[in-house]
């Protein structure tokens, strides 16, 4: 899945920088993003988190309890509610584009033609959310299974229909913005139908005719609501700081988009990849009361993602500038544009490690059957953001809805530690305290030898030396962080060779 993830990730920087590329950051540019909001948000929180943790546990017991045939009539039944409610809200969506942008972005209210332009691509991204909801029940019944690549690299097709439809803006430059939201619709159909084969694979069927009444559909939709608002925290605080933004100068969304892109590349290579991998195995844990083995996972887990994180948060944090430049400082995307962009990647890159740890706290929860404590902390956390993401704003601008959402996500990741049932789950919290100090120091000492090195050998045009330049500056982060790492004997270290020796055994 990491690996996976990481091919997805460099496709989604080449969707981005082609964006950037074709529409810059200004009225067209805010216009796309916030209407592609409401679908990306669709696909982080049904992919990537809050449906499969409503999901595969029903999923797992049923399986392990009463058998796969009984277990595939639970799935046949949740696509038939699932396509159903989803049609519905996709066609209630298209009628009320307009009060949907007036929510995502009033401040487009004082630009008519704006508002306009992000009501017609929302009518015409939104279908997506259909396609990309029935995906995410396919992948949940994969996953289940034991099946995670062809889940895992299905956001690809969705980066290569968007990078093909943008390159074809050069045979209609008068409305990039549309072709790209038709791009965004045809991915969300091939990521839907490149499920079907692997599901048939293992005798998986979903039929419009059955029962719609199955037991287990009643607990699925008492832990879906919980789980969206319990799991997803952080990206619904990124679409309330797509609607402050709004009211900021042209520009602002455009510059947080593209800042957690990057935020986004790590965070979804570890922290997603693990804990989308991790739940099922919890499920089954939590249902053959393996407490132990159940605690040794998620320790494991949770330090070998501050292990890879933490050095990933201060690479960015030194080497935003560059970065940025690098990727997106191209076409209609000036040299301003990549140096605000940088700075919101700065605040929000202060918050990667809790966002991370959030991500794969959640899963345990939901293993456990503790729905509530991931809702308060989420609400606690989006509150938060909400009244610092006001006040940063009034002296940082959009900078501070940045900084924000990394003080909500630390917020929250605090009140999950504090609130972990321990009666439940043997967690030794100082194993991981220790380990994640261990983790930030060594990356503090990382990044203060990159900075030096960068200072020497990154130039400050755009071009092929500041590619070589980077990359060597990230070749000596990795070697600096690994050397130190295997000085001070980190487990983690061990972990993670152990993982990539079996893969490559297999």
């Given at each position: 899945?990491?690996?996976?993830?990481?091919?997805?990730?460099?496709?989604?920087?080449?969707?981005?920088?082609?964006?950037?590329?074709?529409?810059?950051?200004?009225?067209?540019?805010?216009?796309?993003?916030?209407?592609?909001?409401?679908?990306?948000?669709?696909?982080?929180?049904?992919?990537?988190?809050?449906?499969?943790?409503?999901?595969?546990?029903?999923?797992?017991?049923?399986?392990?309890?009463?058998?796969?045939?009984?277990?595939?009539?639970?799935?046949?039944?949740?696509?038939?509610?699932?396509?159903?409610?989803?049609?519905?809200?996709?066609?209630?969506?298209?009628?009320?584009?307009?009060?949907?942008?007036?929510?995502?972005?009033?401040?487009?209210?004082?630009?008519?033609?704006?508002?306009?332009?992000?009501?017609?691509?929302?009518?015409?991204?939104?279908?997506?959310?259909?396609?990309?909801?029935?995906?995410?029940?396919?992948?949940?019944?994969?996953?289940?299974?034991?099946?995670?690549?062809?889940?895992?690299?299905?956001?690809?097709?969705?980066?290569?229909?968007?990078?093909?439809?943008?390159?074809?803006?050069?045979?209609?430059?008068?409305?990039?913005?549309?072709?790209?939201?038709?791009?965004?619709?045809?991915?969300?159909?091939?990521?839907?139908?490149?499920?079907?084969?692997?599901?048939?694979?293992?005798?998986?069927?979903?039929?419009?005719?059955?029962?719609?009444?199955?037991?287990?559909?009643?607990?699925?939709?008492?832990?879906?609501?919980?789980?969206?608002?319990?799991?997803?925290?952080?990206?619904?605080?990124?679409?309330?700081?797509?609607?402050?933004?709004?009211?900021?100068?042209?520009?602002?969304?455009?510059?947080?988009?593209?800042?957690?892109?990057?935020?986004?590349?790590?965070?979804?290579?570890?922290?997603?990849?693990?804990?989308?991998?991790?739940?099922?195995?919890?499920?089954r844990q939590a249902c053959l009361k393996q407490s132990d083995q159940?605690?040794?996972?998620?320790?494991?887990?949770?330090?070998?993602?501050?292990?890879?994180?933490?050095?990933?948060?201060?690479?960015?944090?030194?080497?935003?500038?560059?970065?940025?430049?690098?990727?997106?400082?191209?076409?209609?995307?000036?040299?301003?544009?990549?140096?605000?962009?940088?700075?919101?990647?700065?605040?929000?890159?202060?918050?990667?490690?809790?966002?991370?740890?959030?991500?794969?706290?959640?899963?345990?929860?939901?293993?456990?059957?503790?729905?509530?404590?991931?809702?308060?902390?989420?609400?606690?956390?989006?509150?938060?953001?909400?009244?610092?993401?006001?006040?940063?704003?009034?002296?940082?601008?959009?900078?501070?809805?940045?900084?924000?959402?990394?003080?909500?996500?630390?917020?929250?990741?605090?009140?999950?530690?504090?609130?972990?049932?321990?009666?439940?789950?043997?967690?030794?919290?100082?194993?991981?305290?220790?380990?994640?100090?261990?983790?930030?120091?060594?990356?503090?000492?990382?990044?203060?030898?990159?900075?030096?090195?960068?200072?020497?050998?990154?130039?400050?045009?755009?071009?092929?030396?500041?590619?070589?330049?980077?990359?060597?500056?990230?070749?000596?982060?990795?070697?600096?962080?690994?050397?130190?790492?295997?000085?001070?004997?980190?487990?983690?270290?061990?972990?993670?060779?152990?993982?990539?020796?079996?893969?490559?055994?297999?």
């Open positions: 899945m990491g690996a996976a993830s990481l091919l997805s990730r460099f496709l989604g920087f080449v969707r981005d920088m082609v964006i950037a590329w074709v529409l810059g950051a200004g009225l067209v540019s805010d216009a796309f993003l916030a209407a592609f909001r409401l679908p990306d948000l669709m696909r982080r929180l049904f992919v990537e988190g809050a449906f499969s943790m409503a999901f595969v546990p029903v999923f797992s017991e049923r399986l392990s309890g009463e058998g796969r045939d009984s277990a595939l009539k639970l799935a046949s039944s949740a696509g038939r509610m699932l396509a159903v409610v989803l049609i519905g809200a996709v066609a209630v969506g298209i009628l009320a584009a307009p009060a949907l942008v007036s929510i995502l972005a009033p401040g487009f209210s004082i630009r008519p033609a704006q508002f306009d332009m992000a009501v017609s691509l929302v009518r015409i991204m939104l279908p997506y959310v259909f396609f990309i909801g029935m995906t995410a029940l396919f992948a949940a019944v994969l996953n289940g299974f034991g099946h995670f690549a062809a889940p895992a690299f299905s956001p690809l097709v969705l980066n290569i229909s968007v990078i093909c439809f943008a390159l074809s803006t050069a045979l209609a430059p008068d409305s990039p913005a549309f072709l790209l939201a038709l791009g965004v619709l045809f991915g969300g159909v091939c990521q839907m139908f490149l499920q079907v084969p692997f599901l048939r694979g293992r005798g998986v069927c979903f039929s419009l005719f059955g029962t719609w009444t199955d037991p287990g559909i009643k607990k699925i939709r008492r832990l879906l609501i919980p789980s969206i608002f319990g799991a997803s925290a952080y990206q619904i605080n990124l679409v309330l700081g797509t609607f402050l933004a709004s009211f900021s100068g042209l520009g602002g969304i455009s510059y947080l988009y593209y800042a957690d892109r990057l935020i986004q590349f790590p965070l979804g290579i570890f922290a997603v990849s693990a804990s989308t991998a991790l739940l099922p195995g919890l499920c159940m605690s040794e996972d998620f320790e494991k887990t949770l330090g070998l993602i501050f292990f890879l994180t933490l050095p990933s948060m201060m690479g960015l944090i030194v080497l935003r500038q560059p970065v940025v430049d690098l990727l997106f400082c191209h076409g209609a995307f000036d040299i301003q544009s990549s140096r605000l962009t940088a700075s919101a990647l700065l605040y929000y890159a202060i918050g990667l490690w809790a966002v991370a740890g959030t991500r794969v706290m959640t899963p345990v929860f939901y293993a456990l059957g503790e729905t509530r404590i991931p809702v308060r902390a989420s609400a606690i956390s989006i509150g938060v953001y909400g009244v610092l993401g006001i006040s940063l704003m009034t002296f940082m601008d959009y900078a501070g809805l940045a900084l924000a959402a990394s003080a909500a996500a630390v917020v929250n990741f605090g009140l999950l530690v504090r609130q972990m049932p321990r009666d439940r789950l043997e967690w030794r919290w100082k194993n991981t305290r220790s380990s994640l100090l261990m983790s930030f120091t060594l990356s503090s000492v990382m990044g203060a030898g990159v900075w030096l090195i960068s200072r020497g050998v990154i130039p400050d045009k755009v071009g092929w030396s500041l590619a070589a330049g980077l990359f060597g500056c990230i070749g000596a982060g990795v070697f600096i962080y690994g050397v130190l790492s295997i000085a001070c004997g980190r487990p983690e270290m061990k972990w993670a060779w152990a993982l990539f020796e079996n893969r490559g055994k297999r």
